[in-house]
């Protein structure tokens, strides 16, 4: 009974970690898509002025720097949502007990209050049984 206790209690932990991850994980690729829907726009803007600039015989470098610094603002937090994603997917192992050695803790380690499993130290959940780990 102990055990379908501790497999039912694993199994739970895994899915509130797997759901909240992956609603995380949406908000994040939501926002890269806007923020690529928005650089799409920028390029487009950037090539009209630099027509009617050009067809006018003017100048466009002082509008297309502005575009492009724009362009390139967007292009870095693409990057910072992208590390985000990374670090929700780590952080997931590590709650999981998927990390590292496929799972194995490392030398000493954290050992488990209800069944005894040795965990890596950063984990927070036994992997085990799911129990948290202190």
């Known amino acids: 009974m102990a055990s379908l206790k501790e497999s039912i209690t694993k199994s739970i932990t895994t899915l509130n970690v797997k759901t909240n991850n992956f609603m995380e994980q949406s908000k994040y690729k939501t926002y890269i898509s806007t923020l690529e829907d928005e650089i799409q726009k920028l390029k487009l803007q950037a090539g009209t002025i630099a027509y009617e600039k050009w067809n006018k015989g003017e100048d466009a470098k002082e509008e297309m720097e502005a575009i492009f610094q724009q362009i390139a ?10 590390e985000n994603i990374q670090k929700l997917y780590q952080q997931e192992q590590q709650i999981l007990g998927t990390a ?3 799972g194995q803790p490392a030398a000493g380690g954290i050992f488990c209050s209800q069944c005894g499993t040795r965990n890596a130290e950063n984990y927070r959940f036994c992997v085990k049984c799911g129990s948290p780990l202190q």
Not at 73 to 82: N, S
Request: hydrophobic residues 15%.
């Open 73 to 82: 603002g967007k292009y870095k937090e693409i990057q910072v949502q992208q």
């Open 100 to 102: 590292g050695n496929q």
